[in-house]
C-alpha cells in the first residue's frame, strides 16, 4: 500500500501516480503522515500484483471521513464503506422507500392502460376530423414518462409524470381537454380528474387505480408520434410555446439520467435525499422548499463530480458541497455555453436546467425558508461527516423535524369547502398562492417555518386541510392575524381565474401556542420513536462490530470493523 497527501491543493501520489485534482491514491508503500494540508478526498485502489503503475479507482472518500494525517488501511476502509452502505440501503428498504417488485408492475401497467387510451384516442379524434383513411390507419399518439416516476426514483407518494405527445391535428383545448377527458372520465380506473388550463403546463391530473397522475399535453407535427419518439431529434417540429414548455420536463429528465456517471448510485442516493427533504418538512416547491427537479439536478451535481463515490459518501458529499456553497452562485449541470438568462433575482438557491433553452428551475424559497434549508443541510453534514463515529446512525439523519420542540406558536391554516371534490379545487388554488401568505408573515414576524404536512381537523364538520406553521415571533408581542388575511384574501379573489369570491369555500386563519394544537395532530410525526430499522442497524452497530485502530498509530481510533459477534 502507498499513500499520496495534497500538496497546494494539488494532490500527488509518489508511489504511483498524480490521478486528479482532489483525489488521492492510497497505495504502497506507506509513508509517515506529514503533510498538515487537509485532503479533499480519497481514492482508494485495491493494489493489484504486476500491475504497480496502474491504478484502479474503487472508492471515493469524502475528506471529512477521514482525519487527515492520519495513516489508514484501504482494507478496512472499503470494509466500512461497504456496511455503511448496506445499513443505508437496509434502512431506506425498511422504510418503505424502495418499491417492491408489485409496485413496480402496477406502475408500468398504469403506464401501458395510458397509452392504449391515447392510441384509441387519437385515432377517434383523427376520425371525427374527416381525416383520410390511411391517416387515420397510420396515426399515433404516445406517452413519456418523466419526474422522479422517469427517473426511477419514485416514492409510496409519488405521482407518474406522464406527458402525452399528440400528431398535428390533435389540439389541447378541444381534443385533450375535451374529447381525451371524456375518455377518461368514462374509465372505471379514473377518479379525481381535474383539469389544470391555466398552469404554465396545463394538464390534467386524475388517479389511474389510485395511482395520482400529471398529465400535461405537446403537439408535433407529425402525423404519427411514434412510442421511441427521439425528444432531441433537432428535425422536430413543436409548433407552439405551450407544448415547447411541456417537453421541458421529459428533456431535463432525459439529459440528467446521460449527464450521470453511475445511474444506479445516483437513484439510490436521489432516494435517500428526497427522504431526508420529506422528513425535515423541506419538500415542497410550493411552499418555499424543494421540489423533486431541485433535488435531482442538485444530486445529479454532485454524482458528476464524484464518480467514483460510493452512494453514503455521495450523501455526504451532497451536504458538504451545498453546506460550502457560495449561494447564490448557480449550480450548473452542463454548461450551456450560450449566455445564461439571468436568474430571478429573487432566487436564493438559482438551479439551471440541464438542457436547451437552459431555463432556471422555478424556485419559490424565501428569506426565511432558505435559512431552514441551509440549517438542515449543515446539520446533515455534521451527522454524516464522520461515519466512524461510535453513535453514526441512519435514522438520525431521517428524524422527522421536531416541529413543536422548535417553535412555540403555529399558524393554522384551515381550508374549507362543502365537498371533497371542491376541496381539491380549492386548496390546490390556494396552495399555488400560499407563498404571498409566507412572504406576509416573514414581513412580519421574525421567522415563519412553512411545515408542508397537511393535516385534517376532526373538529371541523366539513371537508378540510388544515396547515401548521412554525412561527418564531421574535420581539413581536401583537399576534392579529386579522391584516395579513384581509391582503392574502385579495389575493386569491383578486385573480380572475380564481372563481372563489362568492363561494362556499373557506378559509381560517389563525395562531396557536403550541399547547393550543388539537391533541390528535403530532407536528412531529415520529421525531422521538425509532423505526424498526433503527433497532436493527443499532443491534448490528453493538453486537457486531469492533473497534479498529490505525495500524500506523495504534492508539488512533479509525471505526468499527464486523467481527463474527463472539467478543
Ligand atoms: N419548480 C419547477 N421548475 C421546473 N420544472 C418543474 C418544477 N416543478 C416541477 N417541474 C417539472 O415537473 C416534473 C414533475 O414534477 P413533480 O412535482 O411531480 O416532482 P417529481 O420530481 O416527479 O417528484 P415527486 O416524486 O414528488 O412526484 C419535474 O421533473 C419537472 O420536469
Ligand atoms: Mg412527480
Ligand atoms: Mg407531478
Same mark, same amino acid.
Given at each position: 500500500?502507498?499513500?499520496?497527501?495534497?500538496?497546494?491543493?494539488?494532490?500527488?501520489?509518489?508511489?504511483?501516480?498524480?490521478?486528479?485534482?482532489?483525489?488521492?491514491?492510497?497505495?504502497?508503500?506507506?509513508?509517515?503522515?506529514?503533510?498538515?494540508?487537509?485532503?479533499?478526498?480519497?481514492?482508494?485502489?485495491?493494489?493489484?500484483?504486476?500491475?504497480?503503475?496502474?491504478?484502479?479507482?474503487?472508492?471515493?472518500?469524502?475528506?471529512?471521513?477521514?482525519?487527515?494525517?492520519?495513516?489508514?488501511?484501504?482494507?478496512?476502509?472499503?470494509?466500512?464503506?461497504?456496511?455503511?452502505?448496506?445499513?443505508?440501503?437496509?434502512?431506506?428498504?425498511?422504510?418503505?422507500?424502495?418499491?417492491?417488485?408489485?409496485?413496480?408492475?402496477?406502475?408500468?401497467?398504469?403506464?401501458?392502460?395510458?397509452? $392504449?387510451? +391515447?392510441?384509441?384516442?387519437?385515432?377517434?379524434? =383523427?376520425?371525427? /376530423?374527416?381525416?383520410?383513411?390511411?391517416? !387515420?390507419? &397510420?396515426?399515433?399518439?404516445?406517452?413519456?414518462?418523466?419526474?422522479?416516476?422517469?427517473?426511477?426514483?419514485?416514492?409510496?407518494?409519488?405521482?407518474?409524470?406522464?406527458?402525452?405527445?399528440?400528431?398535428?391535428?390533435?389540439?389541447?383545448?378541444?381534443?385533450?381537454?375535451?374529447?381525451?377527458?371524456?375518455?377518461?372520465?368514462?374509465?372505471?380506473?379514473?377518479?379525481?380528474?381535474?383539469?389544470?388550463?391555466?398552469?404554465?403546463?396545463?394538464?390534467?391530473?386524475?388517479?389511474?387505480?389510485?395511482?395520482?397522475?400529471?398529465?400535461?399535453?405537446?403537439?408535433?407535427?407529425?402525423?404519427?408520434?411514434?412510442?421511441?419518439?427521439?425528444?432531441?431529434?433537432?428535425?422536430?417540429?413543436?409548433?407552439?410555446?405551450?407544448?415547447?414548455?411541456?417537453?421541458?420536463?421529459?428533456?431535463?429528465?432525459?439529459?440528467?439520467? $446521460?449527464? +450521470?456517471?453511475?445511474?444506479?448510485?445516483?437513484? =439510490?442516493?436521489? /432516494?435517500?435525499?428526497?427522504?431526508?427533504? !420529506?422528513? &425535515?418538512?423541506?419538500?415542497?416547491?410550493?411552499?418555499?422548499?424543494?421540489?423533486?427537479?431541485?433535488?435531482?439536478?442538485?444530486?445529479?451535481?454532485?454524482?458528476?463530480?464524484?464518480?467514483?463515490?460510493?452512494?453514503?459518501?455521495?450523501?455526504?458529499?451532497?451536504?458538504?458541497?451545498?453546506?460550502?456553497?457560495?449561494?447564490?452562485?448557480?449550480?450548473?449541470?452542463?454548461?450551456?455555453?450560450?449566455?445564461?438568462?439571468?436568474?430571478?433575482?429573487?432566487?436564493?438557491?438559482?438551479?439551471?436546467?440541464?438542457?436547451?433553452?437552459?431555463?432556471?428551475?422555478?424556485?419559490?424559497?424565501?428569506?426565511?425558508?432558505?435559512?431552514?434549508?441551509?440549517?438542515?443541510?449543515?446539520?446533515?453534514?455534521?451527522?454524516?461527516?464522520?461515519?466512524?463515529?461510535?453513535?453514526?446512525?441512519?435514522?438520525?439523519?431521517?428524524?422527522?423535524?421536531?416541529?413543536?420542540?422548535?417553535?412555540?406558536?403555529?399558524?393554522?391554516?384551515?381550508?374549507?369547502?362543502?365537498?371533497?371534490?371542491?376541496?381539491?379545487?380549492?386548496?390546490?388554488?390556494?396552495?399555488?398562492?400560499?407563498?404571498?401568505?409566507?412572504?406576509?408573515?416573514?414581513?412580519?414576524?421574525?421567522?415563519?417555518?412553512?411545515?408542508?404536512?397537511?393535516?385534517?381537523?376532526?373538529?371541523?364538520?366539513?371537508?378540510?386541510?388544515?396547515?401548521?406553521?412554525?412561527?418564531?415571533?421574535?420581539?413581536?408581542?401583537?399576534?392579529?392575524?386579522?391584516?395579513?388575511?384581509?391582503?392574502?384574501?385579495?389575493?386569491?379573489?383578486?385573480?380572475?381565474?380564481?372563481?372563489?369570491?362568492?363561494?362556499?369555500?373557506?378559509?381560517?386563519?389563525?395562531?396557536?401556542?403550541?399547547?393550543?394544537?388539537?391533541?390528535?395532530?403530532?407536528?412531529?410525526?415520529?421525531?422521538?420513536?425509532?423505526?424498526?430499522?433503527?433497532?436493527?442497524?443499532?443491534?448490528?452497530?453493538?453486537?457486531?462490530?469492533?473497534?479498529?485502530?490505525?495500524?500506523?498509530?495504534?492508539?488512533?481510533?479509525?471505526?468499527?470493523?464486523?467481527?463474527?459477534?463472539?467478543?
Amino acid at each position: 500500500m502507498a499513500f499520496g497527501y495534497p500538496i497546494d491543493g494539488r494532490v500527488v501520489d509518489p508511489g504511483l501516480q498524480l490521478v486528479g485534482p482532489r483525489t488521492l491514491v492510497v497505495s504502497s508503500p506507506p509513508l509517515p503522515p506529514l503533510f498538515s494540508l487537509p485532503p479533499v478526498g480519497y481514492v482508494v485502489t485495491a493494489p493489484v500484483a504486476g500491475f504497480q503503475n496502474l491504478i484502479f479507482p474503487r472508492l471515493f472518500f469524502p475528506r471529512s471521513f477521514i482525519a487527515p494525517r492520519v495513516a489508514l488501511d484501504p482494507a478496512i476502509l472499503i470494509q466500512m464503506e461497504g456496511k455503511r452502505v448496506q445499513s443505508l440501503l437496509q434502512f431506506m428498504s425498511s422504510e418503505g422507500r424502495v418499491p417492491s417488485p408489485e409496485e413496480e408492475t402496477k406502475r408500468k401497467k398504469v403506464m401501458e392502460e395510458l397509452k $392504449q387510451i +391515447v392510441l384509441s384516442w387519437i385515432r377517434k379524434v =383523427a376520425w371525427q /376530423r374527416h381525416l383520410p383513411k390511411d391517416i !387515420i390507419d &397510420r396515426t399515433s399518439a404516445t406517452i413519456l414518462a418523466y419526474g422522479s416516476y422517469g427517473l426511477g426514483v419514485y416514492g409510496p407518494e409519488s405521482d407518474i409524470d406522464a406527458l402525452c405527445i399528440g400528431p398535428y391535428f390533435a389540439s389541447m383545448e378541444d381534443d385533450f381537454f375535451t374529447v381525451l377527458h371524456g375518455m377518461l372520465q368514462s374509465r372505471s380506473e379514473v377518479s379525481e380528474l381535474h383539469c389544470v388550463k391555466t398552469a404554465k403546463v396545463p394538464l390534467m391530473r386524475f388517479k389511474f387505480n389510485g395511482i395520482s397522475i400529471d398529465f400535461p399535453f405537446a403537439q408535433l407535427r407529425v402525423v404519427s408520434v411514434p412510442a421511441d419518439v427521439n425528444i432531441f431529434d433537432p428535425c422536430l417540429v413543436i409548433p407552439d410555446e405551450t407544448s415547447q414548455r411541456s417537453f421541458s420536463g421529459v428533456r431535463v429528465n432525459q439529459r440528467i439520467l $446521460q449527464l +450521470v456517471p453511475n445511474l444506479k448510485h445516483f437513484q =439510490a442516493m436521489l /432516494r435517500c435525499i428526497k427522504l431526508w427533504a !420529506i422528513r &425535515r418538512g423541506l419538500y415542497s416547491n410550493l411552499l418555499g422548499f424543494f421540489g423533486g427537479i431541485h433535488l435531482a439536478i442538485l444530486a445529479a451535481f454532485v454524482c458528476q463530480r464524484y464518480p467514483n463515490a460510493s452512494i453514503s459518501a455521495l450523501i455526504t458529499l451532497f451536504f458538504e458541497t451545498f453546506s460550502d456553497w457560495q449561494w447564490p452562485n448557480p449550480v450548473i449541470l452542463q454548461d450551456p455555453s450560450i449566455p445564461l438568462k439571468n436568474a430571478d433575482e429573487r432566487c436564493f438557491m438559482p438551479i439551471l436546467m440541464p438542457c436547451s433553452p437552459f431555463d432556471w428551475c422555478n424556485s419559490n424559497i424565501t428569506r426565511g425558508t432558505f435559512r431552514k434549508i441551509m440549517r438542515e443541510i449543515k446539520r446533515g453534514y455534521d451527522i454524516t461527516k464522520d461515519q466512524g463515529r461510535l453513535d453514526f446512525q441512519w435514522c438520525h439523519l431521517f428524524n422527522h423535524f421536531p416541529f413543536t420542540e422548535s417553535y412555540n406558536y403555529f399558524v393554522r391554516i384551515c381550508l374549507i369547502a362543502p365537498d371533497h371534490d371542491e376541496l381539491q379545487d380549492w386548496a390546490g388554488w390556494v396552495k399555488s398562492r400560499l407563498r404571498g401568505l409566507l412572504l406576509k408573515l416573514e414581513r412580519e414576524y421574525a421567522f415563519c417555518d412553512p411545515n408542508p404536512k397537511e393535516y385534517v381537523d376532526a373538529n371541523v364538520d366539513q371537508p378540510n386541510l388544515v396547515f401548521y406553521w412554525g412561527l418564531s415571533l421574535g420581539s413581536r408581542v401583537c399576534i392579529d392575524l386579522s391584516s395579513i388575511k384581509e391582503e392574502f384574501m385579495k389575493i386569491i379573489n383578486k385573480e380572475e381565474h380564481s372563481g372563489y369570491k362568492n363561494t362556499n369555500c373557506k378559509l381560517e386563519l389563525s395562531i396557536l401556542h403550541t399547547s393550543q394544537l388539537p391533541k390528535d395532530v403530532d407536528l412531529n410525526y415520529g421525531s422521538e420513536k425509532r423505526t424498526k430499522a433503527c433497532w436493527r442497524i443499532m443491534e448490528y452497530y453493538n453486537q457486531h462490530r469492533k473497534p479498529a485502530y490505525s495500524q500506523y498509530i495504534p492508539s488512533y481510533f479509525i471505526g468499527y470493523v464486523a467481527s463474527s459477534g463472539d467478543q
